[in-house]
């Protein structure tokens, strides 16, 4: 991470920000799942000065879909912290899937570790039990309900898997079983305090800032990213300014460059003002007026 900070904190020369990556839950939304006014106007802002802004989260597309059409998005979405790119109208352009033959044992020690197990394709969502923790809550926030089936491990051409458990020492034991048992075969973070996400190894949040980079051909050191938990630490250290929302883990914090107030406090909001739209406010202070 590096970031030259001038007036008002803004990135300032010729690397300041061009593009945005922004977290959804947790960061874009606050704790209702809610966009706010002043989120949606912030976006709109940026895009008129021509800073792209692309989405990243643990979600699936149909997840993120809802949030397209007020933020006006173009830039393609980045679901499963990375393992699947979308355009905005859902045309898929990348994935990335867990190998088939790793599925079995990863269920085996989700469910070993005392976690539920969720699973998902590229177009469904997988649960055992519609009743389990989490399932009713998780289907409000993506707008749309999964599908019931016993034998998760059976399933194929799988993105992510997710165990689900509000006990931190089983998530904790669990990262660690399946670190000692597949090493760098698979990634798993924690996409939420009581959601472990398994993916393709190269399904991260650092590879979304990478993609952003090349689609624009701008240096990733003129990208910000924005989060709250420990998935979104490898955008940190791929972009050029890291900004941590105060609601964030404190691991995450201790990675960023700045920490703005919490999602609901409008802290992505505060943060695109004062760190990336206001170097441009500035600029345009500059010019002269029209007689």
Known sequence: MSSHTGQQGAVTGPDRIRAVVVDVDGTLVDSEKRLTKRTIEVVHELQAHDIE?????????RGMLMLVDPLNLTMPLAAFNGGMFVDPDMTTLDRHLLVDELIDPLCAILSDSGLD??????????????????????????????VVR????????????????DDDSSIARAAVSIQQALGNQ????????????????SAN?????????ERLGIDPGQIAAIGDMPNDILMFEA???????????????????????TNDENGFAEAMDRYVLGRWRLDDEDQPCAD
């Not at 998902?120 to 519609?130: A, C, K, N, Q």
């Not at 949040?205 to 980079?213: A, C, D, I, P, Q």
């Open 239 to 261: 972009a050029g300014l890291a900004i941590a929302m105060g609601n964030g883990e404190d691991v995450v914090k201790e990675h960023a460059d700045v920490v703005t107030a």
């Open 205 to 213: 949040k650092g590879t979304v800032v990478r993609f952003l980079s």
């Open 150 to 165: 016993d034998d998760i491990e059976n399933l194929r051409r799988v993105v992510k898997l997710v165990g689900v458990s």
């Open 53 to 61: 802004v692309m989405l990243t989260s643990g979600r699936p597309p």
């Open 117 to 146: 197990v969720w699973s998902y394709t590229e177009s469904e969502w997988y649960v055992r039990e519609i009743g389990f923790p989490h399932v009713a809550r998780e289907a409000a926030t993506v707008g749309f309900q999964p």
């Open 186 to 201: 698979v990634a798993a973070n924690t996409s939420q305090p009581y959601y472990l996400d398994i993916t393709h190894p």
